[in-house]
């Protein structure tokens, strides 16, 4: 017979084995579900999200506050610069993140509060997306959870905020069987994407991002063994949103992960089609 101390031991084992696993390094995925739903109709790519961000994966407002309670947090990593006339930490950045797919592409869209818009990098190079405002999704495409600091399978898709979008306004971070690290622009044919600057009339910071990669270009071209997704298969998922804000190297987001290393991103599901949250009729 099992005695009462030995049943509180028993939830007591359950819940710190839970609490465990959710702020671990390379165990708390399973704590944050991810389930990225399939889209029945391909949205215009128009820098207005109304199209598809009701039937998106989106999980809430993300800011420092938020970031703060999460295992992942680092603040040496997750920090916003003080520049000295900045707003409430809160109000210098915050930021909803939509994320959705069908057969040909993974759809991105971000609608974003931002004091300052900037993209002014004194030493700019293409590949420096994380020295300008910038939103950036990293996939692990298939996920395996290995632990490593990049390499194949790894993809990041990077967009740098600049309503006139440069060459390198598009970037692709990922890796290969040889190399580690690949820096390139998206290809033309693997990208469409819209920004709207201060779309709300509040800041001339605030924007939104909407953009359609295709994985067929990219997944597909990095490794011979990816394959079109379906319902149920599982990828890896980080994002990185920079928010330099006129300093030098400047202010992160880091959400679902701790940086390179794909082991301690999320873990996103592909799901089927969901419905629009319905509010109850008055
Ligand atoms: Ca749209
Ligand atoms: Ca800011
Ligand atoms: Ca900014």
Same mark, same amino acid.
């Given at each position: 017979?099992?005695?009462?101390?030995?049943?509180?031991?028993?939830?007591?084992?359950?819940?710190?084995?839970?609490?465990?696993?959710?702020?671990?390094?390379?165990?708390?995925?399973?704590?944050?579900?991810?389930?990225?739903?399939?889209?029945?109709?391909?949205?215009?790519?128009?820098?207005?999200?109304?199209?598809?961000?009701? &039937?998106? !994966?989106?999980?809430?407002?993300?800011?420092?506050?938020?970031?703060?309670?999460?295992?992942?947090?680092?603040?040496?990593?997750?920090?916003?610069?003080?520049?000295?006339?900045?707003?409430?930490?809160?109000?210098?950045?915050?930021?909803?993140?939509?994320?959705?797919?069908?057969?040909?592409?993974?759809?991105?869209?971000?609608? &974003?509060?931002?004091?300052?818009? @900037?993209?002014? @990098?004194?030493?700019?190079?293409?590949?420096?997306?994380?020295?300008?405002?910038?939103?950036?999704?990293?996939?692990?495409?298939?996920?395996?959870?290995?632990?490593?600091?990049?390499?194949?399978?790894?993809?990041? !898709?990077?967009?740098?905020?600049?309503?006139?979008?440069?060459?390198?306004?598009?970037?692709?971070?990922?890796?290969?069987?040889?190399?580690?690290?690949?820096?390139?622009?998206?290809?033309?044919?693997?990208?469409?994407?819209?920004?709207?600057?201060?779309?709300?009339?509040?800041?001339?910071?605030?924007?939104?991002?909407?953009?359609? &990669?295709?994985?067929?270009?990219?997944?597909?071209?990095?490794?011979?063994?990816?394959?079109?997704?379906?319902?149920?298969?599982?990828?890896?998922?980080?994002?990185?949103?920079?928010?330099?804000?006129?300093?030098?190297?400047?202010?992160?987001?880091?959400?679902?992960?701790?940086?390179?290393?794909?082991?301690?991103?999320?873990?996103?599901?592909?799901?089927?089609?969901?419905?629009?949250?319905?509010?109850?009729?008055?």
């Amino acid at each position: 017979m099992i005695g009462k101390r030995a049943v509180v031991g028993i939830f007591a084992s359950a819940a710190l084995l839970s609490f465990t696993q959710c702020t671990v390094p390379h165990q708390w995925s399973e704590c944050y579900p991810i389930h990225v739903p399939r889209l029945k109709q391909p949205p215009c790519i128009d820098g207005d999200l109304a199209d598809w961000k009701d &039937v998106a !994966f989106n999980d809430g407002v993300w800011d420092i506050r938020r970031l703060q309670h999460m295992p992942w947090f680092n603040p040496s990593v997750n920090r916003l610069t003080d520049h000295g006339s900045e707003p409430p930490p809160e109000d210098d950045l915050s930021a909803r993140y939509y994320l959705a797919w069908d057969d040909d592409f993974l759809y991105l869209g971000a609608e &974003v509060h931002d004091n300052v818009n @900037d993209i002014a @990098d004194p030493n700019h190079e293409p590949k420096r997306w994380y020295f300008k405002d910038a939103v950036c999704w990293f996939f692990e495409a298939p996920r395996t959870g290995k632990s490593k600091s990049f390499g194949e399978g790894n993809h990041a !898709f990077c967009f740098a905020i600049d309503p006139s979008k440069p060459p390198w306004g598009a970037w692709w971070r990922h890796g290969d069987r040889e190399r580690q690290y690949i820096e390139s622009p998206l290809p033309p044919e693997a990208v469409i994407y819209a920004i709207r600057l201060n779309p709300w009339g509040g800041s001339r910071g605030d924007f939104i991002l909407e953009a359609r &990669v295709r994985m067929a270009s990219t997944f597909g071209v990095a490794s011979a063994k990816w394959k079109v997704p379906k319902i149920g298969d599982k990828y890896g998922l980080e994002i990185v949103h920079t928010d330099p804000d006129g300093g030098g190297y400047g202010g992160h987001f880091l959400i679902y992960g701790m940086g390179d290393d794909a082991a301690t991103w999320g873990t996103m599901t592909f799901v089927g089609p969901i419905g629009s949250v319905v509010r109850k009729p008055e």
